[in-house]
């Protein structure tokens, strides 16, 4: 016997919907219209000599500066400075975060051992780590790294923790039904189920990387964005300074959108309210 | 033939949920558990699932006592408890065995939703699934193994009254097909009365056999006739005085 009618046009209504995007424009586009106006309205402003150009140069003169640095190759350097380091500290940070919360999510003796201890360190300010760092691993790479791994650690941890612990346990239950072991509950059950809230806790972790790399590149550095900070700041340069914010920002949101449409991927089952929320 | 010899839970925590209850059940039979909320007859289901250990007493399930879940064994709860993440097709191969070749795999799924009518859904999500179509997929996944012993614990209870007619009958074609012994939990006593041979009459906590009411009516039944009608009056009987003595 087949379906209902009405169960058949449930399940039609169902794939429209999901094929279907309420708003005609590309959202993206309603996004640039705010910024956009906001530099053409500075543009003018500068043009008109109502601002003081020495603190607050226009866009095109931060676009200046910016061209000129990408010209003699500094601005590459810098760059690949920063990301190298967001990109491994998120990177390691992830993984040890995952990898933790795994085991504290699935195993109760673990959890109960663990899972205070790593509590209470999350309370410390992470940016208070520096000094410690520094006289452990000196100035270079390292301590960077590690600071920019423990911003990226601690809502990757939650996240997957939480998202574990939070399974339905009639869908465990099913697991057992059909005999998989503790492995298999995990692989199979638990970390699918748990995978919307740890990607939305790897979400909150790459932006705290962000935030971290510039402090750990405030700490001392030679090379990066955090260091065009202060050398604009040194030279009173505040082109360079708004240039690297620019580029911040743009990273930041660059890497969040990637990061944002693998999440949309991964979690296309859920059945939420707005698609992709 | 599945056997029951003075089967008990205790659970952790004290509570008595089944006070030796003994019962054989030949095969191919459909035996409906009815009783008051908190008799027991989910941890009877829970138990012969194999999701639970019993305290004392045994199951065997054609002469081999039962520890733990069986492939041998299809279970369809009160909600269909589908993967969210996973289409049709995948969840009801999810009750195969993972070292079975894919092919063979997807063939038997196929075959199992063809069988509850669900095919031309095999790539849906579950969130695009109404009750009656998540609860097909369910019984899909249960039957996929082609179980000796299919176990459904109140699965119609959320459906509405003509889905519910539905799928009564589709159970019992399925059913027909390859004869698994079928126990239901049920506080419906027409669907009892509609599907079973046997009706088993629990009473508690802690849960014991209080009546056993054997129906052979032939099937198609009709819920009008007066031997229904009079074997759903005996069944409300003895139910109203299990719940007094509860109370």
Same mark, same amino acid.
Request: net charge positive; proline share 6%.
């Given at each position: 016997?087949?379906?209902?009618?009405?169960?058949?046009?449930?399940?039609?209504?169902?794939?429209?919907?999901?094929?279907?995007?309420?708003?005609?424009?590309?959202?993206? #586009?309603?996004?640039?219209?705010?910024?956009?106006?906001?530099?053409?309205?500075?543009?003018?402003?500068?043009?008109?000599?109502?601002?003081?150009?020495?603190?607050?140069?226009?866009?095109?003169?931060?676009?200046?500066?910016?061209?000129?640095?990408?010209?003699?190759?500094?601005?590459?350097?810098?760059?690949? +400075?920063?990301?190298?380091?967001?990109?491994?500290?998120?990177?390691?940070?992830?993984?040890?975060?995952?990898?933790? +919360?795994?085991?504290?999510?699935?195993?109760?003796? #673990?959890?109960?051992?663990?899972?205070?201890?790593?509590?209470?360190?999350?309370?410390?300010?992470?940016?208070?780590?520096?000094?410690?760092?520094?006289?452990?691993?000196?100035?270079?790479?390292?301590?960077?790294?590690?600071?920019?791994?423990?911003?990226?650690?601690?809502?990757?941890?939650?996240?997957?923790?939480?998202?574990?612990?939070?399974?339905?346990?009639?869908?465990?239950?099913?697991?057992?039904?059909?005999?998989?072991?503790?492995?298999?509950?995990?692989?199979?059950?638990?970390?699918?189920?748990?995978?919307?809230?740890?990607?939305?806790?790897?979400?909150?972790?790459?932006?705290?990387?962000?935030?971290?790399?510039?402090?750990?590149?405030?700490?001392?550095?030679?090379?990066?964005?955090?260091?065009?900070?202060?050398?604009?700041?040194?030279?009173?340069?505040?082109?360079?300074?708004?240039?690297? #914010?620019?580029?911040?920002?743009?990273?930041?949101?660059?890497?969040?959108?990637?990061?944002?449409?693998?999440?949309?991927?991964?979690?296309?089952?859920?059945?939420?309210?707005?698609?992709? +929320? | 033939?599945?056997?029951?010899?003075?089967?008990?839970?205790?659970?952790? %925590? /004290?509570?008595?949920?089944?006070?030796?209850?003994?019962?054989?059940?030949?095969?191919?039979?459909?035996?409906?558990?009815?009783?008051?909320?908190?008799?027991?007859?989910?941890?009877?289901?829970?138990?012969?699932?194999?999701?639970?250990?019993?305290?004392?007493?045994?199951?065997?399930?054609?002469?081999?006592?039962?520890?733990?879940?069986?492939?041998?064994?299809?279970?369809?709860?009160?909600?269909?408890?589908?993967?969210?993440?996973?289409?049709?097709?995948? %969840?009801?191969?999810?009750?195969?065995?993972?070292?079975?070749?894919?092919?063979?795999?997807?063939?038997?799924?196929?075959?199992?939703?063809?069988?509850?009518?669900?095919?031309?859904?095999?790539?849906?999500?579950?969130?695009?699934?109404? /009750?009656?179509?998540?609860?097909?997929?369910?019984?899909?996944?249960?039957?996929?193994?082609?179980?000796?012993?299919?176990?459904?614990?109140?699965?119609?209870?959320?459906?509405?009254?003509?889905?519910?007619?539905?799928?009564?009958?589709?159970?019992?074609?399925?059913?027909?097909?390859?004869?698994?012994?079928?126990?239901?939990?049920?506080?419906?006593?027409?669907?009892?009365?509609?599907?079973?041979?046997?009706?088993?009459?629990?009473?508690?906590?802690?849960?014991?056999?209080?009546?056993?009411?054997? %129906?052979?009516?032939?099937?198609?039944?009709?819920?009008?006739?007066?031997?229904?009608?009079?074997?759903?009056?005996?069944?409300?009987?003895?139910?109203?005085?299990?719940?007094?003595?509860?109370?």
């Amino acid at each position: 016997m087949m379906p209902s009618a009405v169960e058949t046009s449930l399940a039609a209504r169902a794939a429209a919907l999901r094929a279907a995007s309420p708003l005609k424009l590309p959202p993206a #586009l309603f996004g640039f219209l705010l910024p956009a106006s906001l530099a053409l309205s500075w543009e003018l402003a500068a043009f008109e000599g109502w601002i003081t150009l020495r603190l607050l140069p226009p866009p095109s003169a931060v676009a200046a500066t910016l061209a000129e640095l990408a010209q003699s190759g500094e601005l590459t350097r810098h760059l690949r +400075a920063t990301l190298f380091r967001v990109g491994s500290g998120f990177v390691l940070g992830v993984a040890v975060a995952s990898v933790l +919360a795994a085991l504290t999510g699935t195993v109760e003796l #673990l959890r109960r051992l663990l899972d205070p201890s790593i509590q209470a360190l999350r309370a410390i300010p992470s940016i208070a780590w520096v000094p410690l760092f520094v006289l452990w691993f000196g100035i270079f790479e390292t301590p960077k790294i590690l600071l920019i791994a423990l911003g990226a650690f601690f809502p990757t941890y939650l996240g997957l923790e939480s998202g574990i612990r939070a399974v339905d346990r009639k869908l465990v239950e099913v697991g057992r039904i059909y005999h998989l072991g503790r492995v298999g509950i995990v692989l199979r059950i638990l970390v699918p189920a748990a995978l919307p809230s740890w990607l939305t806790g790897i979400r909150g972790g790459l932006g705290l990387a962000w935030m971290f790399v510039i402090a750990a590149e405030l700490m001392g550095a030679s090379e990066g964005l955090g260091y065009l900070l202060i050398d604009g700041q040194m030279s009173g340069n505040a082109a360079i300074i708004l240039g690297a #914010l620019f580029l911040f920002a743009l990273l930041g949101k660059l890497t969040d959108a990637l990061l944002v449409i693998v999440i949309r991927r991964a979690t296309a089952w859920q059945d939420s309210f707005v698609r992709g +929320a | 033939m599945l056997e029951i010899t003075r089967l008990s839970k205790r659970y952790d %925590n /004290g509570t008595a949920a089944l006070a030796g209850i003994d019962l054989v059940i030949d095969p191919g039979r459909i035996v409906a558990v009815v009783g008051p909320s908190g008799c027991g007859k989910s941890t009877l289901l829970r138990l012969l699932a194999g999701l639970e250990r019993p305290s004392s007493g045994t199951i065997r399930l054609d002469g081999a006592p039962l520890e733990g879940p069986s492939p041998k064994i299809g279970v369809v709860f009160q909600e269909p408890r589908l993967m969210p993440w996973l289409d049709v097709l995948h %969840n009801v191969a999810f009750g195969l065995p993972r070292r079975m070749p894919a092919r063979a795999r997807t063939a038997m799924a196929l075959r199992a939703i063809a069988r509850v009518g669900l095919s031309g859904f095999e790539r849906a999500l579950p969130k695009e699934l109404s /009750g009656g179509m998540a609860q097909r997929a369910a019984l899909a996944r249960a039957l996929v193994t082609r179980p000796q012993l299919l176990l459904l614990d109140e699965p119609f209870s959320a459906l509405d009254a003509r889905l519910r007619a539905r799928l009564h009958a589709e159970v019992l074609r399925i059913w027909a097909e390859d004869r698994p012994t079928l126990v239901l939990v049920t506080h419906d006593l027409d669907e009892a009365a509609l599907l079973a041979d046997l009706i088993l009459v629990l009473s508690g906590p802690p849960g014991i056999v209080r009546a056993v009411y054997t %129906n052979d009516q032939p099937r198609p039944r009709d819920p009008r006739s007066l031997s229904f009608q009079m074997l759903r009056a005996r069944l409300l009987e003895t139910l109203s005085a299990c719940e007094h003595a509860a109370a």
